[in-house]
């Protein structure tokens, strides 16, 4: 991560889509494993208690919450993979063609916010 907020703090923060209405929450960090950048946040969307992957890398952070340049609508609709395992290729690439993510360009660095929080959660696999 080439920032000096730690993922794990991200867990448990509030999600906004980019319209500023309220998402969820991070429920889980998913590090990249070439990397060990964090890439995927599943946040819990509260719908039927479910998680939903959003991608990190084109993200913010504002204040103490997490601003996705997405649609509400985009991100529920997400595949449902399901949280607490690793994520597969081939799950990573639906979710790219899911978000409309380039591939073939380099990945946005990952958030940064303004001010550092001392918040710390279990990590995740």
């Given at each position: 991560?080439?920032?000096?907020?730690?993922?794990?703090?991200?867990?448990?923060?509030?999600?906004?889509?980019?319209?500023?209405?309220?998402?969820?929450?991070?429920?889980?960090?998913?590090?990249?494993?070439?990397?060990?950048?964090?890439?995927?946040?599943?946040?819990?969307?509260?719908?039927?208690?479910?998680d939903a992957f959003v991608p990190l890398a084109p993200s913010s952070l504002v204040a103490e919450a997490l601003r996705v340049p997405y649609e509400r609508s985009l991100i529920r609709d997400a595949p449902d993979f399901g949280v607490g395992r690793h994520l597969s290729p081939e799950q990573e690439l639906q979710l790219y063609h899911h978000y409309g993510l380039d591939l073939s360009s380099p990945p946005a660095p990952p958030p940064r916010e303004d001010r550092s929080f001392g918040r710390i959660a279990g990590e995740t696999e």
């Open positions: 991560m080439q920032t000096d907020i730690d993922p794990r703090s991200l867990i448990g923060r509030k999600v906004f889509d980019r319209d500023g209405a309220k998402i969820g929450t991070v429920d889980e960090v998913y590090l990249d494993d070439a990397t060990g950048a964090p890439e995927w946040a599943a946040v819990r969307t509260g719908l039927f208690s479910r």
